[in-house]
T-cell receptor, first 111, second 116 residues
Framework: DQQVKQNSPSLSVQEGRISILNCDYT??????FLWYKKYPAEGPTFLIS?????DKNEDGRFTVFLNKSAKHLSLHIVPSQPGDSAVYFC??????????FGKGTSLLVTP | DVKVTQSSRYLVKRTGEKVFLECVQD?????MFWYRQDPGLGLRLIYF???????EKGDIPEGYSVSREKKERFSLILESASTNQTSMYLC???????????????FGPGTRLLVL
């Protein structure tokens, strides 16, 4: 039973425009959310996170928004760059140790 | 910087072989994890360990076992490899509360295993 869902398997955006990656979750006990970025043949690298007590967290070109009532979060990348092309995983956790991952969204930023 | 290393980047094994995947982290993290990544399925947790000699099953433990004899090392064992265990295997570690960014897991580069 997938508790974290990324319903768009892929997204294509032009360089310089905004990329918006979406993530929905079903478990209302999740209190911490993370985004990871993964290039082929490499392990995922941590990108940005947000606690459930916040609704926005920003780090340079990356902003994560959390809407707890809708159980929805999104990652905004502005402006998008070709080097941002990768698979992005949304993850969530509660008080336990393990992360619950979505299936990933493959982002392609075209020049 | 946190460093998580995995013993092999690529591995080819035959059906029925016993396979050991090794993971080492150098940041004195308490928690270590094994995932597999498959196209269209994302990352699925196989096993994790929150202390030496402690282990917990994840979402898909069948066909796997683990060993954590030392804090820095977490091994994944395929007792009798099967073709449906062909996958990318990812190890991760994270600290406990009070050690820093305890919510974040740090991943190794992955081992791509092909079982023939």
């Amino acid at each position: 039973d997938q508790q974290v869902k990324q319903n768009s398997p892929s997204l294509s955006v032009q360089e310089g425009r905004i990329s918006i990656l979406n993530c929905d979750y079903t478990n209302s006990m999740f209190d911490y959310f993370l985004w990871y970025k993964k290039y082929p043949a490499e392990g995922p690298t941590f990108l940005i996170s947000i606690s459930s007590i916040k609704d926005k967290n920003e780090d340079g070109r990356f902003t994560v928004f959390l809407n707890k009532s809708a159980k929805h979060l999104s990652l905004h990348i502005v402006p998008s760059q070709p080097g941002d092309s990768a698979v992005y995983f949304c993850a969530a956790k509660n008080s336990g140790y393990a992360l619950n991952f979505g299936k990933g969204t493959s982002l392609l930023v075209t020049p | 910087d946190v460093k998580v290393t995995q013993s092999s980047r690529y591995l080819v094994k035959r059906t029925g072989e016993k396979v050991f995947l090794e993971c080492v982290q150098d940041m004195d993290h308490e928690n270590m994890f094994w995932y597999r990544q498959d196209p269209g399925l994302g990352l699925r947790l196989i096993y994790f360990s929150y202390d030496v000699k402690m282990k917990e099953k994840g979402d898909i433990p069948e066909g796997y076992s683990v060993s954590r004899e030392k804090k820095e090392r977490f091994s994944l064992i395929l007792e009798s490899a099967s073709t449906n265990q062909t996958s990318m295997y990812l190890c991760a570690s994270s600290p406990n509360p009070g050690q820093g960014d305890q919510e974040t897991q740090y991943f190794g580069p992955g081992t791509r295993l092909l079982v023939l």
